[in-house]
Structure formats: C-alpha cells, structure tokens
C-alpha cells in the first residue's frame, strides 16, 4: 500500500525553525518528485515546494523561497522541508504529496503553528 | 503566475442530482510535452484531499464512475452525473504544467 507519514509539525515561536518530514513506503520512491501543500485556516490548499525524483532540482511558491529548503534522502525515502524564519502565517496543515506534474497521493498532514 | 478561477465557489445541490465545477486558467495549461497536467481534487473536512481526475479527464483507481473531468486548453469542467451525500466536501482544480503550482479557490459542495 502506498504511504506518505507526515510529522515535525508542531508550535513555534515567530522567528524560530521547525523540519518535517514524510516517510514513504509502499512504492519507489526514486520513481517519483515529492511535493509539499498546505493549508492555512479557513483557507483553500496552497503549494509550497516541489522537489524532482533526484532531488537535482527544488521549486518554491514565491511566499516561501528563501526560508524553506526541501530536501529528500532516497537511501531512507523520506523526505524533509526545513522551514527558517517562521511567520504567523505560515500557520498552517502541511500535506506531502507524490507527484511532480501530478500529484496523487497525499499524507495526512502535519499541523504547524506559529505563534507568540 | 497561473490564476486558478473556479466557479461557482458554493454550490447546494439535491442528491440525486447533476453538479458540475468550472476551472479556467489565466493561460494554456498544455505543457510543451504535449500533456495537459490539470488534476480535480476532493477533500472531506478532517481528511487529506484526495485526487479524482488527473490529466483533465483520466479518472483515478477507485474513484466512481459518476466523476467525470473534460475541458482543454485554458477551460476545464469537473462533473457529478448524481450526487450522493459522501460527496459533500471542497473541491480544487490544480494545475501542474507551469510554476508555481497553482490551485483554485475551492467549491464547496453541499447537500441542499
């Protein structure tokens, strides 16, 4: 069965760091990009990063670039967003998904807060 | 970047009945392979979102037969033949040709 498990999520101060991570299982993790999506509350899903089968190349939504790293270790499938000068609002449920031009399956997603 | 404009944003429906969501992109969702990487999305409160149609109109395993995805270009239409109460829920166009990766406001699908 294919399966994404989302954690590192968690209550930071502004400012501050936080790294989640997704572990794959279930199928060939090589085979596929990985990408991040979140939602902030009360709000529709936005994407955040997306990185190829490689981890040779890593795309970032405009709002993110410059604080996020998205990285993936393929000897562990797991993949990890360390995520730098926190904002309140990127309070938010992150989601990693399989995909790279398509995204199919989703993991249940880990809840991020950002608050003083 | 790509603007995602889905209408109507609430959409009450009688079970039983016909829906359909409309997606219109700000520009050309064909990617210079030649696919058009637009993908329908469903997503249940307190669950992740689950993928109905990938590539416009190519349904996904276990999704049922009353879905149905079609359009081109920069107009796209996601369709229920019947609604049935488990389909109550948001429901998200997503394109994946250009970044950023780009997604619609949402409808959100209610019984009437």
């Known amino acids: 069965e294919v399966q994404l498990l989302d954690s590192g999520g968690g209550l930071v101060q502004p400012g501050g760091s936080l790294r989640l991570s997704c572990a794959a299982s279930g199928f060939i993790f090589t085979n596929y990009g990985m990408t991040w999506v979140r939602q902030a509350p009360g709000k529709g899903l936005e994407w955040v990063s997306t990185i190829d089968y490689s981890g040779g190349s890593t795309f970032y939504a405009d709002s993110v670039k410059g604080r996020f790293t998205l990285s993936r270790d393929n000897s562990k499938n797991t993949l990890h967003l360390q995520m730098n000068s926190l904002r309140v609002d990127d309070t938010a449920i992150y989601f990693c998904?399989?995909?790279?031009?398509?995204?199919?399956?989703w993991g249940q997603g880990t809840t991020v807060t950002v608050s003083s | 970047d790509v603007v995602m404009t889905q209408s109507p944003l609430s959409l009450p429906v009688t079970l039983g009945q016909p829906a359909s969501i409309s997606c219109r992109s700000s520009q050309s969702l064909v990617h210079s392979d030649g696919n058009t990487y637009l993908n329908w999305f469903q997503h249940r409160p307190g669950q992740s979102p689950r993928r109905l149609i990938y590539?416009?109109?190519n349904r996904d395993s276990g999704v049922p037969a009353r879905f149905s995805g079609s359009g081109s270009g920069t107009d796209f239409t996601l369709k229920i033949s019947r609604v049935e109460a488990e389909d109550v829920g948001v429901y998200y166009c997503m394109q994946g040709t250009h970044w950023p990766r780009t997604f619609g406001q949402g409808t959100k699908v209610e019984i009437k």
């Open positions: 998904a399989r995909g790279f031009y398509d995204i199919d399956v």
């Open positions: 590539r416009v109109s």
